[in-house]
């Protein structure tokens, strides 16, 4: 069975500190995805990446980076944390450019 | 006017019954047009994906495509109890998605 892991549920953290959030792929995937889903505003990009060390904008980038050293793990950053980025986040793996396999998401909470 | 539109529910249907789920978009370049299925506390899960106008069939869901009119539809035919969840639509040009809100759908027994 596929797997995409993240590898926190529940995550609490405070405004300023830097806060990573890992997710691992099984699948051998060339392509990864960390996106934010929020009530009201639904999935949201933040970046992705189509191969080892790339990464590419989405549509909300701003506050974050990401990392990505091995095929199967993709590392998604928040350099300074802030209440706004208190949300669920969800990782995602594909062959190609449309996610196909999601994680369980990190809910992650900023104080 | 939002990039895509669709009902949040919630939806709820007696066990059996036809299931239709819809969205409305505005951008006429969209290409490629996808379900996802959410349970409580999942990820989302890639139901069903299509290319342009047209009905593709897996099972019992049926995804529907109205390039002329904008607007896409998701049919669960036979409906059971374990269909109850969120169902997203979404929709790409080429990189990246432009999720609905989703809808939530009860499947009464």
């Known amino acids: 069975d596929v797997k995409v892991t993240q590898s926190s549920r529940y995550l609490v953290k405070r405004t300023g500190e830097k806060v990573f959030l890992e997710c691992v792929q099984d699948?051998?995937?060339?392509?990864m995805f960390w996106y934010r889903q929020d009530p009201g505003l639904g999935l949201r990009l933040i970046y992705f990446?189509?191969?080892?060390?790339?990464?590419e904008k989405g549509d909300i980038p701003e506050g974050y980076s990401v990392s990505r050293e091995k095929k199967e793990r993709f590392s998604l950053i928040l350099e300074s944390a802030s209440t706004n980025q208190t949300s669920m986040y969800l990782c995602?793996?594909?062959?190609?450019?449309?996610?196909?396999?999601f994680g369980d998401g990190t809910r992650l909470s900023i104080l | 006017q939002k990039e895509v539109e669709q009902d949040p529910g919630p939806l709820s249907v007696p066990e059996g019954a036809i299931v239709s789920l819809n969205c409305t978009y505005s951008?006429?370049?969209?290409?490629?047009f996808m379900w996802y299925r959410q349970y409580s506390r999942k990820g989302p899960e890639l139901l069903m994906y299509?290319?342009?106008?047209g009905n593709k069939e897996d099972g019992r869901f049926t995804a529907q495509v109205d390039k002329s009119s904008k607007y896409i539809s998701l049919f669960i035919r036979d409906s059971q109890p374990s269909d109850s969840a969120t169902y997203l639509c979404?929709?790409?040009?080429?990189?990246?998605?432009?999720f609905g809100k989703g809808t939530h759908l009860i499947i009464q027994p």
């Open positions: 990446s189509y191969d080892v060390k790339m990464k």
């Open positions: 995602a793996s594909s062959v190609g450019r449309i996610p196909q396999h």
């Open positions: 299509t290319y342009s106008s």
């Open positions: 979404a929709m790409s040009v080429g990189d990246g998605l432009t």
């Open positions: 699948m051998d995937h060339e392509n």
């Open positions: 951008n006429s370049a969209f290409q490629y």
